[in-house]
Nanobody
């Protein structure tokens, strides 16, 4: 089984920065996409940023220019550098990974437990 473990959440003032990390561990063939989603109180979970194995990135319009998603050279850790944070960024941030468990097999979706990001005014 695969486990995604997030870290780096916390409390920060508006305009500040945080760096989230998510490490994948376990047995799988390859990781196709990794990224981040978030869910604020009373709102649906929404995409924040994703990155493919080819380092193609996708960002929500609300975070473009402020957030940067990246991964390490082992392709088992994804990061989210969050700059110029706003109170509306307050949410639980979930790590996401789409993995192929074996060659030619179906893709499987995995989620981390989530890490709280709180931005104060």
């Amino acid at each position: 089984q695969v486990q995604l473990v997030e870290s780096g959440g916390g409390l920060v003032q508006a305009g500040g920065s945080l760096r989230l990390s998510c490490a994948a561990s376990g047995s799988y063939f390859s990781i196709t996409i990794m990224g981040w989603y978030r869910q604020a109180p009373g709102k649906q979970r929404e995409l924040v940023a994703t990155i493919t194995s080819g380092i193609i990135t996708n960002y929500a319009d609300s975070v473009k220019g402020r957030f940067t998603v990246s991964r390490d050279n082992a392709e088992n850790t994804v990061y989210l550098q969050m700059n110029s944070l706003k109170p509306e960024d307050t949410a639980v941030y979930f790590c996401y990974a789409s993995l192929r468990m074996r060659w030619g097999g179906a893709l499987s979706n995995y989620w981390g437990r989530g890490t709280q990001v709180t931005v104060s005014s």
